[in-house]
């Protein structure tokens, strides 16, 4: 199959699979996330020395066991476009959390308007590894959003950047690395283990969380908020922030909603003195409501992104294939 062909059958599974997210619903049953996690749990019962190098054989087959899996199925649509596309398209449902973290964003802020703040760090706790049983409405509030926005790109900037430019192998494994990530950061005194999971992680969301940050940025005004505080935020107050990645997407959210987030945070394996990011009020279940929007929006504009990175290499090709003819 000529490279023109590809992009074209990777653009457009890539936006059928956002849309099949959109549509299809909330459930992860046949998602990937299950399966890996699966896989993560198999890997790590074999590997139960907290050292380094355990922890980078536990990364490296879990995401080899993705990429495999994700050259499998593009090697059966090899000459076959609608093949092809329909693969890339099932992969990128399979992978993409978008549908899931609006329906579990929705859950966190109707459960803090009726004060359920019991219910809301049960939901939270899928999203974000915190500890959330000390925290109040308003921190609860806090968190809700922080989750929203790093998931969305966590869950869908990240695997379909990664899916434009390196096709199934791309989604699949970006994705393995998210739920390795995750999965070690739950549990407390894994550090040594989990710090090559942390460092791959960090290396695979560089481009992807500016990307998510940018989205953020463009899709703000479509859900009253604003792009410039959103950029402003974004540039101003991630300079002190300790991750390269996370502060980004979280300040241009802040900076979007018009609201304060970031601060002292406390996780499994300690206490973290963050940034305050953004300069506005206090966050509540609205702010937690528009956040979800935003994350649709920053989806669909991600899908429509990825598309077009797709498309690249065979419009390239294309190019050069008429300047010969010439």
């Not at 198999?42 to 074999?46: D, H, I, L, Q, V």
């Not at 009020?281 to 279940?285: E, H, Q, S, V």
């Given at each position: 199959m000529g490279v023109c062909r590809v992009s074209a059958a990777r653009a457009v599974g890539l936006l059928l699979g956002v849309l099949a997210d959109s549509m299809v619903g909330d459930s992860i049953r046949g998602r990937a996330d299950a399966s890996l996690a699966r896989v993560a749990r198999?890997?790590?019962?074999?590997m139960r020395i907290?050292?380094?190098v355990a922890g980078a054989v536990h990364v490296g087959v879990v995401t080899g066991a993705a990429v495999l899996a994700g050259l499998a199925v593009e090697r059966l649509g090899r000459g076959r476009p609608l093949v092809a596309a329909a693969g890339t398209a099932a992969s990128t449902w399979a992978v993409l959390g978008g549908a899931r973290?609006?329906?579990d964003g929705t859950a966190l802020a109707r459960q803090l308007e009726t004060g359920d703040l019991a219910a809301t760090?049960?939901?939270l706790k899928a999203w974000d590894s915190r500890c959330s049983q000390e925290l109040d409405g308003v921190s609860l509030?806090?968190?809700s959003v922080e989750a929203v926005a790093q998931n969305s790109s966590d869950t869908v900037v990240a695997p379909l950047l990664w899916g434009a430019v390196a096709g199934v192998p791309g989604l699949l494994g970006a994705r393995a690395v998210g739920v390795v990530r995750r999965m070690v950061a739950e549990?407390?005194?894994?550090e040594r283990f989990g710090s090559?999971?942390?460092h791959l992680d960090t290396v695979v969301n560089l481009l992807p969380t500016r990307a998510a940050a940018a989205l953020t940025v463009a899709g703000a005004p479509v859900v009253g908020g604003s792009a410039r505080a959103a950029w402003r935020a974004w540039q101003r107050d991630t300079v002190l922030h300790p991750s390269p990645n996370a502060g980004r997407v979280v300040a241009a959210y802040a900076g979007a909603l018009e609201i304060r987030l970031g601060g002292r945070t406390v996780y499994p394996d300690g206490v973290r003195e963050l940034p305050v990011l953004g300069d506005g009020?206090?966050?509540?279940?609205g702010h937690v409501t528009r956040a979800v929007e935003l994350s649709r929006v920053v989806g669909w504009l991600a899908g429509v992104s990825s598309a077009v990175v797709a498309l690249i290499p065979g419009l390239r090709r294309l190019r050069r294939s008429r300047r010969r003819v010439r």
């Open positions: 198999a890997s790590e019962r074999r907290d050292h380094p973290l609006a329906a760090r049960q939901t509030a806090r968190a549990q407390a005194g894994r090559a999971a942390a009020r206090n966050p509540d279940a």
